[in-house]
């Protein structure tokens, strides 16, 4: 056991080798039928307790159909599901295209209709949803129409009903679909919010820069395989194991030249009467090494700052990295 492993707290939600097959059809009953579609093959992956865990890949990956059977809407054909004693009503699923709510019923009706449905009583239901309504900054629209909503509000809203029943586990579709950005800022705010406060959250999604942001973990999902695995930073690392930083420094521009000359990506720029450039180390000893030299010749860090790979090049090459394999 690595000492990652022993820091890494047990699974809340374990899966192993899951295959998943769904009939092609024919249109024409006289045509030779087609072979079966494989949404899912052999997928692997942990979802720890109060982490956000992102779940990315192009349409037709198998995102969807990975999420309906962890709720139980279908059946895997092969593979194992293992939980840390999670029960069926501690796991929700939030869709991005919400059409379960009453059309012609306000906020109140509604969720009162699914606390009810759930086996809660009106009164324990009305209680719980007037203090989420509050955490979630929806108290001012409940009295309205459900088709009145705007899509924030209705996002909002199933999140609402998804927390009635204080799941530990919250999968969420789509989360950000035709979103304006002030209500994708408000529900990832709501999101880390929970996740502080122990919630499981299993987000699939299409928008990188909101996995990068606010995913603790991201899976990059393809042709239904896991084809990797670790935070944004990890999976950074493993597609470009150098590290690139911005260096700011302070002393003679001659010596910092010499002793940057095989390490810089560009020149040295001066501003300010301070001398920038690009870093490229292999790792952190390296870096160490070199910020030692640059103070034993008198000369000052000022800054130091990573720059990372954005998350959508991280994603495009291991995508083509998976295509090349499978070809």
């Given at each position: 056991m690595t000492a990652e492993d022993k820091i890494l707290p047990k699974p809340l939600v374990s899966v192993r080798g899951l295959r998943k097959f769904y009939p092609a059809g024919r249109r024409f009953p006289w045509l030779r039928s087609k072979p079966p579609i494989l949404a899912l093959d052999g997928f692997?992956?942990?979802?720890?307790?109060?982490?956000?865990?992102?779940?990315?890949?192009?349409?037709?990956?198998?995102?969807t159909t990975l999420l309906k059977i962890l709720w139980n809407l279908?059946?895997?054909?092969?593979?194992?599901?293992?939980?840390n004693h999670l029960a069926d009503d501690d796991t929700v699923l939030v869709s991005g295209e919400e059409r379960g709510f009453y059309y012609r019923l306000n906020g109140w009706a509604n969720l009162v209709f699914f606390g009810r449905l759930s086996g809660n009583s009106r009164q324990e239901t009305?209680?719980?949803?007037?203090?989420?309504?509050?955490?979630?900054?929806?108290?001012?629209?409940?009295?309205?129409?459900?088709?009145?909503?705007?899509?924030?509000?209705?996002?909002?809203?199933?999140?609402?009903?998804?927390?009635?029943?204080?799941p530990r586990l919250m999968m969420i579709d789509d989360l950000a679909k035709g979103l304006d950005p002030q209500?994708?800022?408000?529900?990832?705010?709501?999101?880390?919010?929970?996740?502080?406060?122990?919630?499981?959250?299993?987000?699939?999604t299409h928008r990188l820069d909101l996995a990068a942001q606010m995913c603790d973990t991201i899976t990059l999902i393809h042709r239904?395989?896991?084809?990797?695995?670790?935070?944004?930073?990890?999976l950074s690392q493993q597609v470009f194991p150098h590290r690139h930083y911005r260096i700011v420094l302070s002393g003679?521009?001659?010596?910092?030249?010499?002793?940057?000359?095989?390490?810089?990506?560009?020149d040295i720029e001066i501003k300010d009467g301070h001398l920038s450039a690009e870093l490229v180390v292999s790792d952190e000893e390296e870096l160490a090494k070199l910020s030692l030299t640059l103070a034993q010749n008198g000369i000052s860090i000022i800054e130091l700052s990573s720059l990372e790979e954005e998350l959508e090049t991280v994603y495009n090459h291991l995508l083509q990295d998976s295509d090349s394999n499978d070809g």
């Amino acid at each position: 056991m690595t000492a990652e492993d022993k820091i890494l707290p047990k699974p809340l939600v374990s899966v192993r080798g899951l295959r998943k097959f769904y009939p092609a059809g024919r249109r024409f009953p006289w045509l030779r039928s087609k072979p079966p579609i494989l949404a899912l093959d052999g997928f692997d992956m942990d979802i720890f307790p109060g982490k956000i865990h992102a779940l990315i890949g192009p349409n037709g990956a198998g995102k969807t159909t990975l999420l309906k059977i962890l709720w139980n809407l279908i059946q895997p054909d092969e593979g194992l599901i293992e939980s840390n004693h999670l029960a069926d009503d501690d796991t929700v699923l939030v869709s991005g295209e919400e059409r379960g709510f009453y059309y012609r019923l306000n906020g109140w009706a509604n969720l009162v209709f699914f606390g009810r449905l759930s086996g809660n009583s009106r009164q324990e239901t009305l209680s719980r949803a007037t203090q989420l309504a509050e955490r979630l900054r929806l108290s001012g629209i409940l009295n309205r129409r459900y088709q009145t909503y705007s899509s924030g509000e209705r996002q909002k809203l199933a999140i609402l009903r998804a927390l009635l029943q204080a799941p530990r586990l919250m999968m969420i579709d789509d989360l950000a679909k035709g979103l304006d950005p002030q209500a994708t800022r408000e529900l990832t705010d709501i999101l880390l919010e929970l996740a502080r406060d122990g919630m499981s959250i299993l987000l699939a999604t299409h928008r990188l820069d909101l996995a990068a942001q606010m995913c603790d973990t991201i899976t990059l999902i393809h042709r239904g395989k896991n084809i990797a695995t670790g935070s944004p930073q990890k999976l950074s690392q493993q597609v470009f194991p150098h590290r690139h930083y911005r260096i700011v420094l302070s002393g003679d521009e001659v010596t910092a030249r010499k002793i940057l000359a095989g390490s810089i990506t560009s020149d040295i720029e001066i501003k300010d009467g301070h001398l920038s450039a690009e870093l490229v180390v292999s790792d952190e000893e390296e870096l160490a090494k070199l910020s030692l030299t640059l103070a034993q010749n008198g000369i000052s860090i000022i800054e130091l700052s990573s720059l990372e790979e954005e998350l959508e090049t991280v994603y495009n090459h291991l995508l083509q990295d998976s295509d090349s394999n499978d070809g």
